[in-house]
T-cell receptor, first 113, second 117 residues
Framework: GENVEQHPSTLSVQEGDSAVIKCTYS??????FPWYKQELGKGPQLIID?????GEKKDQRIAVTLNKTAKHFSLHITETQPEDSAVYFC????????????FGGGTRVLVKP | KAGVTQTPRYLIKTRGQQVTLSCSPI?????VSWYQQTPGQGLQFLFE???????NKGNFPGRFSGRQFSNSRSEMNVSTLELGDSALYLC????????????????FGPGTRLTVL
């Protein structure tokens, strides 16, 4: 089955700097890659997603890039703010598997003021 | 539009008991998926229901079961609870179950925190 690896597991950045989280997936048939942000005591919140027919997607300070050949995708957060501190999860999904998401292990991001 | 709601938010049970968790999806959403989140195993897929039918199942023992009702609300049941079942159980809903040819965007509820003593 699909396997998703996420790095780094923890990331500390200074407010205003950029943060980058990388994920690799194993199944070349995966075609949908969402990113979720989870704050303490809450469920994961979708922040951005990308389909396999697109190489890059941007939404304000957040961007995701996808390299299908290398089977990896990355989350980029620019101009980080203290409220960006949370755990971020990448995931991959295959249409044939319905809506099943396979998640990476998570990255704990700390933005220091 | 109201988000995904899960009840109860917190539960404490003892080993051997059974538990039922409930999930109400976003209005109009027809697919409901369940995930288990633990510090050791992370987020793991349990099962997905679409139009009252289980469409996909993860790698969990038969003690974990679920169902979906005609109004798309879903319940999951865990029988003969074990200490290792302590986790945050998350429900996610999506609009049409991915019939467009792409997997659907899934929206998560706040979860039910289950503690097994």
């Amino acid at each position: 089955g699909e396997n998703v690896e996420q790095h780094p597991s923890t990331l500390s950045v200074q407010e205003g700097d950029s943060a980058v989280i990388k994920c690799t997936y194993s199944d070349s048939a995966s075609n949908y890659f969402p990113w979720y942000k989870q704050e303490l005591g809450k469920g994961p919140q979708l922040i951005i997603d990308i389909r396999s027919n697109v190489g890059e997607k941007k939404d304000q300070r957040i961007a995701v890039t996808l390299n299908k050949t290398a089977k990896h995708f990355s989350l980029h957060i620019t101009e980080t703010q203290p409220e960006d501190s949370a755990v971020y999860f990448c995931a991959a999904s295959i249409k044939a598997a319905g809506n099943k998401l396979t998640f990476g292990g998570g990255t704990r991001v700390l933005v220091k003021p | 539009k109201a988000g995904v709601t899960q009840t109860p938010r917190y539960l404490i049970k003892t080993r051997g008991q059974q538990v039922t968790l409930s999930c109400s999806p976003i209005s109009g959403h027809r697919s409901v998926s369940w995930y288990q989140q633990t510090p050791g195993q992370g987020l793991q897929f349990l099962f997905e229901y679409f139009s009252e039918t289980q469409r996909n199942k993860g790698n969990f023992p038969g003690r974990f079961s679920g169902r979906q009702f005609s109004n798309s609300r879903s319940e999951m049941n865990v029988s003969t609870l074990e200490l290792g079942d302590s986790a945050l159980y998350l429900c996610a809903s999506s609009l049409d179950g991915g019939t467009s040819g792409w997997p659907d965007t899934q929206y998560f509820g706040p979860g039910t925190r289950l503690t097994v003593l």
